[in-house]
């Protein structure tokens, strides 16, 4: 499980406010360099899903504090975004809320057969996570320590939306 880094934390403190004020939830803030720029991601989401008008809304206000407060020394792209209907799950507060819905979980290595397992997220702690597998695969309840896991994803069946 990641924390937030001190970048990462400055910038949650002053976006959560403004995401708070226009009934957002902030899911992920990242500072990365990628090739020469460096990237701020603000991961936004809602219960009724993430519009642009959102994260425009989002956008102008958050980027006004950053100016007033400069908590980054150098030059940055600001970008906020949907976290995404599949988001990865990698920080407590992620698994904490997505306790009770169905992942998908991609192993290191061959985990009782299989390399990616989609299971019910029964509960989690700084070691393990606590599974069941669907009733098609046995309906078993096991845990899958989290040193053994590649990453771990929201899963959204697809093939039932059509």
């Not at 599949?86 to 992942?103: C, D, K, P, Q």
Request: aromatic share 10%; with cysteine.
């Amino acid at each position: 499980m990641k924390k937030f880094g001190g970048t990462e934390q400055k910038v949650y403190g002053l976006a959560k406010p403004v995401a708070d004020e226009l009934g957002l939830l902030i899911w992920d803030v990242r500072f990365e360099k990628e090739g020469a720029l460096w990237y701020l991601r603000i991961f936004i989401d809602s219960e009724n899903g993430v519009s642009i008008s959102d994260c425009e809304a989002m956008t102008r206000p958050v980027s006004k504090l950053l100016d007033e407060h400069d908590p980054i020394p150098q030059g940055y792209m600001l970008e906020v975004g949907s976290a995404g209907i599949e988001r990865e799950l990698f920080r407590e507060s992620h698994f904490e809320a997505s306790v009770g819905t169905v992942v998908r979980i991609r192993m290191i290595r061959e985990f009782n057969g299989k390399k990616e397992l989609v299971v019910l997220l029964d509960n989690w702690d700084k070691e393990k996570l606590s599974v069941t597998a669907s009733d098609e695969d046995g309906g078993e309840s096991f845990e899958i320590p989290l040193a053994e896991i590649a990453f771990v994803k929201l899963y959204e069946d697809f093939d039932e939306l059509l």
